[in-house]
């Protein structure tokens, strides 16, 4: 094989990788953009419940109190996993996991520029 060969595949190679480079950071911005707007969601619910909470404690209802507290944290665990799982979003494992192959395609690629060289 050429050198001019081995030097326009390098560049292609490059070229793929900077394109999903640049796809993977718009698909985590968009990601952190709506897992921005799923945390203000909670967060307005977590206060409507703590409010409930309150009523709760100010009648003296113990009870009341324990399964509304209960029921608040079972809700915002079950909400928060089905707005991931409804907006097909990778986990933040996968997000990291795509980011460790590309460096790892990147020092490969640099790898046989310097040898191509």
């Given at each position: 094989?050429?050198?001019?060969?081995?030097?326009?595949?390098?560049?292609?190679?490059?070229?793929?990788?900077?394109?999903?480079?640049?796809e993977l950071k718009e698909a985590v911005e968009k990601v952190q953009a709506q897992a921005k707007e799923l945390a203000e969601k909670l967060e307005a619910r977590a206060k409507?419940?703590?409010?409930?909470?309150?009523?709760?404690?100010?009648?003296?209802?113990?009870?009341?109190?324990?399964?509304?507290?209960?029921?608040?944290?079972?809700?915002?665990?079950?909400?928060?996993?089905?707005?991931?799982?409804?907006?097909?979003?990778?986990?933040?494992?996968?997000?990291?996991?795509?980011?460790?192959?590309?460096?790892?395609?990147?020092?490969?690629?640099?790898?046989?520029?310097?040898?191509?060289?």
């Open positions: 094989m050429s050198t001019a060969t081995k030097n326009d595949t390098a560049k292609t190679l490059n070229d793929r990788i900077e394109a999903a480079r640049a409507s419940l703590r409010e409930e909470l309150e009523k709760a404690r100010k009648k003296g209802l113990g009870e009341s109190a324990k399964a509304a507290a209960d029921s608040a944290a079972e809700s915002f665990k079950s909400l928060s996993q089905r707005a991931v799982s409804a907006l097909g979003l990778a986990s933040n494992d996968e997000v990291a996991a795509l980011n460790k192959k590309l460096d790892s395609l990147t020092r490969k690629i640099r790898k046989l520029e310097k040898s191509a060289a």
